[in-house]
């Protein structure tokens, strides 16, 4: 008996493994054939043809502005000839391991792709781009803060990624006058502590809340709108932002809660479903978006849907497949355009994802700082403080307080 | 010869229930705990002193390995002296009552929330800032002792209900409850701000200077060996130091002895008369206002909470702290919180161990799955943890205990035919 | 002098064994551990009147043993009365109508064959088992509704058929739980060390190390518990008892386990517990030591009193013998599955 | 200080500081879903129900807390996946069309795996750290931090290692991207409730399952041999019944049940597939094994479907986010009032 039961267990512990090893295998060569031949859904297009497509630009009141007529995006390279001390770095801050560590992944591989053409054509400097995991958590984030600034050769700082530990260490970052240049911390009350070196890389959520929302009762003519925010700090504030700016237009009697890593989301599109609105807005990330799309279509529920920059990455369509057609994304990022997108995910084996550009950009801009001739923290400040330029993104150029100057906010629409 | 003499011939039956193997091995610990005994009051607080104040200077020596990299080795610190005043509180409950907590994250949010709904400018019922009560320089300690009475009431509330249930059962509900706490932090968002959690709660404002506008408690002080991670060491070692004082005067009187033997038998404690429910009900109370204490430190240090910080994960990381430390020895949990807090840490960002070239990162973000193998090992091959625990309960009768070692001393000195008593006690060894 | 002084004049040639024996075992388990010559992890035998000489003096023990002589004036009044006690498990009914009085001042014998309700019996004295009728009267109150532990403050302690001592703990400490049960400081005492608190602590040792000598386990006071033998671990579970300074002293099968010699040695004890003002409660298997220590026995059988009487009486009972002493080896039979070897 | 617990006070009625209503209560939604919630509810109930039955067969032999019962469900959901992977599927964000009755097969298939690989997971579990335990004779607080740790180890397995030792194709970080064979459409009403597929799928699986186990248990000599260890190991024992193999069998019928349970879910729930999917699912079903009385088969059946009923009233009346909390705040609230739960504790007694 008892030796019938260890070969039995051990038995099943070998199936287990190798169930779960085979697994792994197997698709690669099976997988193809299936989804060409076999996986036809619901006769509507497939899901590998969607994409995220940029449509329009707007401003704060939601209307449209003709795309930027600016210029070409300043090059990383710069003319080849910039010189710097030895051991010269930035150092990029976020969520690279953890459940959030795509955000983090997105600016660290962007700043990559700017660090390495900087590199590349300007032998006479040579910086490094230290990355310092948070792990979006705060408490993580005020130690390893103190480790940033005690590196003398870090001059300038890309981040942090995240709001909360953009709050817990600003106090850190300003009172040792490193530059903090976020590519994706977009909580308004940020620019409100009075730190002279925080400067952020984007739209905040106060403009593009009311812009979006305006972009829907003005531009697409909704009356009513189910406003679903889950409970980060982001959707929260992006809710509160777009609830607002849509006055009459919110349903007060729709506006689901949801929290971040809920996977069902029946209650909602029930709720949802004996609504009267004619759209949904989700604020939140696409993590949870794509089965909440999902829900929504297979609960019967065509209402447009619309969301933010959280959702927009490309993980939401393929997750959402043809529910997520017609989908209107917003984003203070600017689209990738379509030669850096390939540089990007030849390196990265990824394509950019959101904060990609803008984590390019910001780099691009502190290492043309150092090609100036910038060797010092107090210098990168006053260089980023004046600095007026194009980016991938956008135009890039700050007030007072660390805002960007004109802040437009993209739309795009899956089809 | 004592009257008392022919009631009680000394016969001892032959069965000598030595028990060797199920007996906590001794080791490291228990050389040390010896010789720590033998020593006179005076010469222990001459022993002690000098170490605190060495444990204290730690984070100044630079100590070449032991400074962690990837990490400001302050903070680390810091975070170690709070994980350890949790493991101290939890080692009330699990390792002393023996009533297995599991949330006992609970209790930390519930004192960190405390401090920042009573400080933080986020919150509704701020009472720091202009026509208020509190000062911003004295918000952080006022709303201390607040935390810790919340946290109180709050253990006497989850207790009293709870603790009449069966050790298993106990656990699962008191998980439930740390969940319950988390979801009730991140569903009151009128209150607590939910997702987007309390900011700018109050710290001590101590130490300002010109270069340091708001005190070393800041988070702003962060350049220089004495950053402010540093200062949040030094007041958890204070917290520690006070809260084993008082935890040891518990522990050395009919309250510590009455956690025992709830902890060994609940049963004929009951009968010897030792109102088990009560101190039950007071093991939670303390363990809880510990925990509260803990809570509001880390919202004085990282002047931010949120639901996400006091996931379930961190109370099974409390337990680990404390299985792994040594359940009921109070010094040991210390060590399990410094291994819990320290080693991830320790390989984080860092390259190369000894010369051997490593992926630091990597290692660290396996530490709950160290923690777990760790935890199902140490529960397997060493139940009692790294330093076993020797308590001691009463308050007096050292020098009974002296006197017991000395004869031992004395028996030891005569070495032979010990080997052949030995032998025909073991032959008759009971099971 | 202490029974256990290892260069007392009264001690015999056995005493020297024992010693030899006993030290002999802290060594062995120190030469698992550490190398030869260093430190023994457990202590050993203390020398009790070396540390505490006050010990020494015989009625300063029976004095700390028993504080409370003045239970002698009341001799004969029943202590504790079984008022038409039923206890129901289901549909099992485990004592069926009992009435039986303990009267002051004496020991009395509670026998009957496995099964017949002696544990039960017990167990609704001293509030495991509530009665599903009937009453417990005790000390002119009923025991009613009462917790566990305010009925051993209300002064019936036990010990236990199987011992449960706690394990973890040293001799000393497990007697002084027991004193604990007369103590009033509670946390806040505690915590701050009041005088109270203080005074407690001292006099709690001082009556603990004093049982511990009544009984004869004072050398090994320091013992963990567990590391005990069996017959020291009764004893000691005897004095935990004492501790909690009981009106009513029930004992359940005491000398399980035991040799003739150890029984004799026992009914020493009890006889001396009783003299020093206690009431004792026995319940035992074996006839010869209950007939040769106890006052009165009650006999049950199924649940029921069958007998009740002096040992003359009980054994001379036909019912008795029929139901009980019929049964050849029955009680040796019952030792040996007791006996924890 | 009387000032702040004044301030406190004024604070707290002066109104605008905080919201009228912290917790909103909307019983009319109850009343105007209720079809709709009991249907949905049960959907779940009967998930939380076949994983029950893992946490009471296991206590009532062992009289044990299987903490890791959560990450066998979770292995589950890998298994099935995996075995969906091995006949070719791969993850798509769209539903695939296989008609009906290839769809059965396949569905039939991956349970089967899931159940393979959460039935060889309890074994294993119960093998690598429950039996060394019990050989040592260990008290229940150090089984329950064992299981604690394994739960620990099981899902940091499937969140770090898995990965490493499958490419990055199973586990990690993320939800593993939704294979999904069965589109939900609604096949017909009751009281205006619509009833789709799927949840005819997951009722109807369940029922057949759990009939099954209680017939195994209830009639076959296995199952004697469970009730006999179950009542009382020692007699048991010594009558010639094998505690081992009926401990083993146990965590082998709970696994197989989570395994199953697992397709279930992901069939309602494609996204759930995930290195921390399984463990408030597993407190979930705890509760559900306590509230119908822990130790009692049909009790867990009972409670799973009682707990995803009054879990789904208890999210409407409060709001979404406060599901959870229905669930915890029930099971303190049985173990309180009725430890024993609603059909009490024995799994020998109440004849299973």
Redo the contacts between chains.
Sequence with gaps: MYRTARRASGGAALLLAATLVLAACGPQSQGGDDSTEESTSEGESESGDLMIVPSVQIDIDGAEVPAAEAGEPVDPAGDGSAECAEGTAIAVAGAFTGPNAALGLNIQYGAQLAVDAFNEANAGCQVELKPFDTEGDPQKATQVAPQIVSDDAVIGLLGPAFSGETAATGDVFNQAGLLSLTASATNPDLTGNGWTNFFRGLANDAVQGPSVAKYMTETLGYTSVCVVADNSDYGIGLAEQITSGLGDAANADCAPEVKTGDKDFSAAVQIISGSEADAVFYSGYYAEAAPFVQGLRDGGVDLPFVSADGVNDPQFVSQAGSSSQGAILSCPCGPAPEDFAATYEDANGQAPGVYSTEGYDLATIMLTGIASGVSDRAGLIDYVKDYSGEGLARQYEWDDTGELTSALIWIYEVE | ?????????????P??????KD?P???VG??FR?WWDALARPTQWLVGVPFLLFMAAVPLLNIPVLTTQ???F???MA?FGMIALIAIGLNVVVGQA?L?D?GYVGFYAIGAYTVAI?TSPDS??N?TGDG???SREWAWL?ALP?AVAITAISGLILGS??LR?R???L???T???G??VR??A??????TG????L?GVAYPRAGVTED?P?GVF??????GAV?S?VWWYWVSLVFIVVTLL?VG??E???????W??I???E??????????F?FKL?AFI?GASIGGAAGAL?AG????V????FN?INS?LF?CAV?LGGQGNKLGVILGAFIVVYVP?FF??RQTLFGIPIDG?EIA??K??F??????VL??FR?QGIIP?RQK?????R???V???R??????G??P??????A???GKE?? | MSTHDPGGIGAGSEHGDEHLAASGRADSEAADHYLPGADVDEPALIDVEEVRPELADPQLVDALVAPDRAVHARMGEPLLQMQGVTVRFGGLVALDDVTFDIRRGEILGLIGPNGAGKTTAFNAMTGVYRPTSGTVMFDGASLGKAKRFSITQRGIARTFQNIRLFNEMTALENVVVGTDARHRTSVPGALFRTSRHRREERDAIDRAMALLEFVGVGGRATEKARNLSYGDQRRLEIARALATEPKLLCLDEPAAGFNPAEKESLMGLIRHIRDDGYTVLLIEHDMRLVRGVTDRIVVLEFGRVIAEGTPDEVTNDPKVIAAYLGVPDAPESEETTDAPA | MPALADALLTSATAGPLVHQSLIDFNIAGLGRNFWGLTVEGLTYGAIYALVAVGYTLVYGVLRLINFAHSEVFMLGMFGQYATLMLLGFSPSGNAYDKGILLTVLYLGIAMLGGMAVAGGAAVGLERVAYRPLRRRNAPSLVFLITAIGMSFVLQEFVHFVLPRLTGGTLGGVNAQQPIRLVQPEVQFSIFGAPVTNVTLVIIGSALVLAVAVDLFVNRSPFGRGIRAVAQDPVTATLMGVSRERVIMLTFLIGGILAGAAALLYTLRVPNGIIYSGGFVLGIKAFSAAVLGGIGNLRGALLGGLLLGVMENYGQVVFGTEWRDVVAFVLLIVVLMFRPTGILGESLGRARA
């Design positions: 010869m004592s009257t008392t003499t022919p009631a009680t011939p000394p016969s001892l039956p069965a000598g229930r030595t028990a060797t007996r091995h001794g080791g228990d050389r010896l990837g990490t400001d302050g903070g680390v975070q023996g297995l599991l009573l509704p019922w009472q208020m009560w509190l006022a607040v209900p709870t249930l050790g298993d059962y656990a699962i509900v998980l439930g409850f969940e319950i979801l009730l991140d569903n009151l968002d009128e209150l939910g997702g987007q959690g900011r340091l708001s800041s988070a702003g002080n962060a350049s950053n991670g008082f005067n518990l050395r009187s009919r309250v510590g002895r009455a025992v033997a902890r060994e038998d049963d004929a404690a009951e009968i010897m008369g030792v109102p088990t009560r007071w303390i880390y240090q990282v002047q931010f949120i639901p996400t910080n379930i099974v337990l299985v840490n984080l960002g990162d973000s396996y709950y799955l923690f777990g193998i760790a935890l199902v529960m397997i139940p625990a309960l009463l308050t007096y009768g020098e009974l205990y006197a017991a070692r004869s031992a001393a004395r028996a030891a005569r070495a035919g010990r080997t052949e008593a030995a025909t006690t073991s009971s099971s």
